[in-house]
């Protein structure tokens, strides 16, 4: 009898109270050969991070902050699909744990109510012929309260037990949410994104809508049309064209 019902992620399990960054931490670990689906979690984090040099505020005890350690062998071009993989998890976790109807943003935060409630942070260890490894950071917020959040956030930013009017259950959150990751990795490695492109379309924001596209430098405003069986974006311009997003940011409801 095992407390953990999965095969693979988070056998190996790192744990921290206090730590400035699961991902760094776990890209550590990486770096020194742990195996896939080495998982590293932390109560708190003093310097957690989000994408595009942002904070993720991390405070004890009320939300979930871990980092999975991935060996895929696939192309390097794949590799953006598996934090759509991970978005599409968490939101299935938060369905099974809850009444409620997680939204995916594209490419990584999912929503409750139109407001965030986790992110993605994936990074890439990358060699000439393929992946090195991968770590996948998630910051779910759980039991956080409006004021547990940075002031700068508090209108944009929930937790699930806001959101369902109650505590949750942070270790039974963690083991289904390990289950679920395995589960659609298994079958992501095994059958591609076209498997589970449906699955993430039926849970997506801002779907036909006109949204600010932010791509390095590059801002531009278009429709949002969906996603491609790579799990490009497909946003039509103003000239009407197609364009394929791998990666950026999109604002929904721009000015
Ligand atoms: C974002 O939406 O900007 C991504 C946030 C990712 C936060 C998580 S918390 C666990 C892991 N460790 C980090 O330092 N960041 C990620």
Same mark, same amino acid.
């Given at each position: 009898?095992?407390?953990?019902?999965?095969?693979?992620?988070?056998? !190996?399990?790192?744990?921290?109270?206090s730590? !400035?960054?699961?991902n760094?931490?776990?890209? =550590?670990f990486?770096?020194?050969?742990?195996? $896939?689906?080495?998982?590293? +979690?932390?109560e =708190?984090?003093?310097?957690g991070k989000?994408r595009?040099?942002?904070?993720?505020?991390?405070p004890l005890?009320?939300?979930l902050?871990?980092?999975?350690?991935?060996?895929?062998?696939?192309p +390097?071009?794949? /590799? #953006?699909?598996i /934090?759509?993989?991970?978005?599409?998890?968490?939101?299935?976790?938060?369905?099974?744990?809850?009444?409620?109807g997680?939204?995916?943003?594209w490419p !990584?935060?999912?929503l409750l109510?139109?407001?965030?409630?986790?992110?993605i +942070? /994936?990074? +890439?260890? &990358?060699?000439? %012929?393929?992946?090195k490894?991968?770590?996948?950071?998630?910051?779910?917020?759980?039991?956080?309260?409006? /004021?547990?959040? #940075?002031?700068?956030?508090t209108?944009?930013a929930?937790s699930?037990s806001?959101?369902?009017g109650?505590?949750?259950d *942070? @270790?039974a959150?963690f !083991?289904k949410?390990?289950?679920?990751? $395995?589960?659609?990795?298994?079958?992501?490695l $095994?059958?591609?994104?076209?498997?589970?492109?449906?699955?993430w379309?039926? *849970? &997506?924001?801002?779907l036909?809508?006109t949204?600010?596209?932010?791509?390095?430098?590059?801002?531009?405003?278009? *429709?949002m $049309?969906g996603?491609? %069986?790579?799990?490009?974006?497909?946003?039509?311009?103003?000239?009407?064209?197609i364009?394929?997003?791998?990666?950026?940011?999109?604002? @929904?409801? #721009?000015e």
């Amino acid at each position: 009898l095992s407390v953990l019902e999965t095969k693979k992620f988070g056998r !190996n399990y790192i744990y921290y109270h206090s730590i !400035n960054s699961s991902n760094e931490k776990a890209k =550590e670990f990486a770096r020194e050969g742990a195996e $896939e689906g080495t998982v590293v +979690l932390a109560e =708190e984090q003093q310097a957690g991070k989000g994408r595009l040099g942002r904070t993720w505020h991390s405070p004890l005890g009320l939300g979930l902050y871990l980092s999975i350690i991935l060996r895929p062998s696939i192309p +390097l071009a794949l /590799t #953006p699909q598996i /934090t759509l993989l991970t978005a599409l998890s968490i939101a299935k976790t938060i369905e099974k744990m809850t009444s409620l109807g997680p939204a995916i943003k594209w490419p !990584n935060d999912i929503l409750l109510d139109g407001k965030k409630v986790c992110g993605i +942070l /994936t990074e +890439l260890s &990358a060699e000439m %012929d393929g992946v090195k490894h991968i770590v996948v950071g998630i910051g779910l917020n759980l039991n956080q309260e409006a /004021t547990d959040f #940075p002031t700068a956030v508090t209108s944009q930013a929930s937790s699930v037990s806001m959101q369902a009017g109650e505590k949750v259950d *942070r @270790l039974a959150f963690f !083991n289904k949410l390990l289950m679920q990751l $395995e589960d659609d990795y298994e079958h992501w490695l $095994e059958q591609g994104f076209s498997a589970i492109r449906q699955q993430w379309l039926d *849970r &997506a924001v801002g779907l036909g809508d006109t949204v600010r596209v932010i791509a390095g430098s590059a801002q531009w405003q278009g *429709r949002m $049309e969906g996603i491609d %069986d790579m799990g490009a974006l497909l946003v039509r311009n103003k000239a009407g064209e197609i364009q394929q997003l791998m990666s950026g940011e999109v604002t @929904l409801r #721009p000015e």
